[in-house]
């Protein structure tokens, strides 16, 4: 064998070696950065009992992706498979992973990311339910305190390798990594079809769309999902294909573009349970935000 290709051999054999040696590192790097613990203080928010009050916290669950991740009857279910990937929302009745919730900790983890053990939750996205108001969250807990108690399945997060290194690295990141836990509760707004009610509405497409919903890649995504659209105006916006209520609520209804073609991702199950009022504030919501850190 030529001296020079030996050469390049050797090479290429040390740059493996690091390579594989980096991985190793990130690896451990991912599930130290799993494994921290956090401190934030929170106050517990008042749990309703009237009739009314469960009615807004099954909406919530419902429309709010809960029920998709979570299941209908809160005992846990299978949402996302892929190469490498598995991912499942742990019961969440009180047989399952809430069984010793104390009234604070529900806030802690659904509004900081941070489970009553002090570790981040990973996959949940607590970017959508920091901004929930006290009532609504209130709601919300006391409905899912409602379930019956299921089976305990506990939660599944298996990322593929790519996903655990951006996770050491910081380009993924987890749920107390992607709020600011120094805002005061959302200040509650009317119900209706207004600007404020959309923009509280449209929280829970930031996980997904970005903060200023402008769309983009989702980070930690399998390699085959379509990257987020901008549903802002803006260059490249999807949002002309949807110029009123009734073509938006057909989206939302149907997970098909006005053509036809199906959309690719979003959580319809949750989407179509969206009430009239909500739908319509969306929209203007977001026909009106200049897309610019909102
Ligand atoms: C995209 C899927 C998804 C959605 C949507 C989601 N969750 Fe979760 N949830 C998870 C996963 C996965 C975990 C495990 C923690 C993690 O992410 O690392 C979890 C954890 C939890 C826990 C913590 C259990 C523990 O171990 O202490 C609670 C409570 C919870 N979810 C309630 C909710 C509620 C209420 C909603 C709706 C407002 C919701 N989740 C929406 C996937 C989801
Ligand atoms: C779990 C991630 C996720 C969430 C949550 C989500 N989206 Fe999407 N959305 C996507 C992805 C990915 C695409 C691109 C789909 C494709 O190209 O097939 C998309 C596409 C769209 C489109 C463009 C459809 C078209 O005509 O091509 C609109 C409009 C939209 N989303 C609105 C919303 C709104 C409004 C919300 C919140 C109520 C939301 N999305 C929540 C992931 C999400």
């Known amino acids: ?23 190793a590192v990130g690896l451990q790097m991912a599930e130290r950065k799993r494994l921290r613990t956090l401190d934030v203080a929170v106050r517990a928010v008042a749990l309703p009992t009237s009739a009314d009050a469960l009615g807004r916290g099954r909406y919530l669950y419902a429309s709010r992706g809960c029920a998709d991740c979570h299941g209908r009857d809160g005992a846990g279910r299978v949402f996302a498979t892929g190469q490498g990937l598995r991912l499942a929302g742990p019961d969440i009745t009180p047989a399952g992973a809430v069984a010793r919730y104390r009234p604070e900790d529900w806030v802690r983890t659904l509004r900081h990311g941070v489970k009553p053990d002090r570790h981040p939750v990973l996959v949940m996205p607590t970017e959508d339910y920091t ?29 593929p390798l790519p996903a655990r290194l951006a ?22 707004v009317p119900e209706g079809v207004t600007m404020e009610h959309g923009r509280y509405v449209a929280q829970m497409c930031k996980g997904c769309h970005g903060p200023a919903l402008t769309g983009g890649r989702i980070p930690g995504a399998p390699p085959e999902w379509p990257a987020a659209a901008r549903i802002v105006p803006g260059p490249g916006s999807t949002l ?22 199906p959309i690719a991702v979003m959580p319809f199950e949750a989407l179509r349970e969206l009430n009239d009022t909500d739908v319509a504030a969306l929209l203007l919501y977001l026909q009106s935000a200049p897309g610019s850190g909102i």
């Open 167 to 188: 996770y050491a690295f910081g380009a993924l990141k987890d749920g107390p990594e992607k709020v600011d836990h120094t805002l005061p509760p959302e200040t509650p």
């Open 240 to 261: 002309d294909r949807y110029p009123d209520v009734p073509a938006f609520t057909r989206m939302l209804h149907s997970g098909r573009r006005p053509d036809g073609s």
């Open 131 to 159: 901004r929930l108001t006290d009532a609504d969250l209130g709601a919300l807990v006391a409905y899912v305190r409602t379930f019956a108690p299921a089976r305990g399945n506990p939660a599944v997060i298996e990322l």
């Open 1 to 23: 064998m030529k001296t020079w290709t030996r050469r390049i051999l050797l090479g290429l054999l040390a740059l493996a070696a690091l390579a594989a040696g980096l991985v």
